[in-house]
């Protein structure tokens, strides 16, 4: 299993020379100016950025169902993998809303690609962010990565590849024959960083794409 020091380090080479090395909202800024907060401050915050996302999909239950689901997967992966509480912080708050663009694209675009909800996040969470108890450091980190969660090459942080590896887990298992039968090896060997992903995905799907699609 790969530890948190050694996913950050091999995510720091591999970013060292992209615009996202040293772009607004890295985790070490939000970090460095996070609050004092107890257990149960991070755990209230969390529940009041849930019950937001859910009244902002405004009774779309498949929505509503993805984000639950990858909130799910992406706090059992920041658990397993030994997160700090504030990066677990930053990590559940970006699994809530990372689909956040999806309806807005829907009435735009026609469809929620990624290269859209990418260009249409930032706007959406500058507002749904404001008055959660979420530092503007915090805020700023939370909308780099849901702004750029359809990016894999420029992954800057041990928050941002665990929401990637939550989103597949999530995105495999609702639509199957998009997401596992063409890449699941490639995302097993290439994709997957951490030691609980790998376990998850090995759990969830054992026979790899045979196991929905055979």
């Known amino acids: 299993m790969k530890n948190i020091s050694e996913l ?3 995510q720091a080479h591999t970013s060292a020379a992209s615009p996202a090395a040293s772009a607004p909202g890295a985790a070490a800024a939000a970090l460095a100016q996070a609050p004092a907060r107890t257990p149960a401050d991070r755990a209230a915050l969390v529940d009041d950025l849930t019950l937001k996302m859910i009244r902002f999909y405004q009774g779309n239950q ?5 984000f ?6 992406a706090a059992r992966i920041g658990r397993g993998e030994g997160l700090d509480p504030e990066t ?4 559940e708050a970006e ?3 990372h689909d956040i663009a ?3 694209c829907r009435e735009k675009y026609g469809d929620t690609h990624g290269d859209h909800q990418m260009a249409e996040s930032a706007e959406l969470l500058s507002s749904f962010l404001a008055g959660t108890g ?3 450091e915090e805020r700023a980190r939370v909308t780099w990565v ?10 800057d942080g041990p928050d941002y590849q665990m929401l990637l590896e939550a989103d597949f887990l999530v995105n495999a298992g609702e639509n199957p024959r998009k997401y596992l039968v063409p890449g699941y090896h490639h995302m097993k060997t290439v994709f997957f960083r951490t030691g609980t992903g790998l376990a998850l995905l090995d759990a969830v799907f054992p026979d790899g794409a045979d196991t929905v699609c055979g």
């Open 8 to 10: 950050s380090a091999r």
């Open 62 to 66: 498949e929505d509503i169902a993805h």
């Open 68 to 73: 639950l689901k990858v909130h799910a997967y």
């Open 88 to 91: 677990q912080l930053l990590l």
């Open 95 to 97: 699994a809530v809303a």
């Open 102 to 104: 999806c309806p807005l």
């Open 134 to 136: 979420l530092t503007p």
């Open 146 to 155: 849901v702004s750029r969660h359809h990016d894999y090459a420029h992954v």
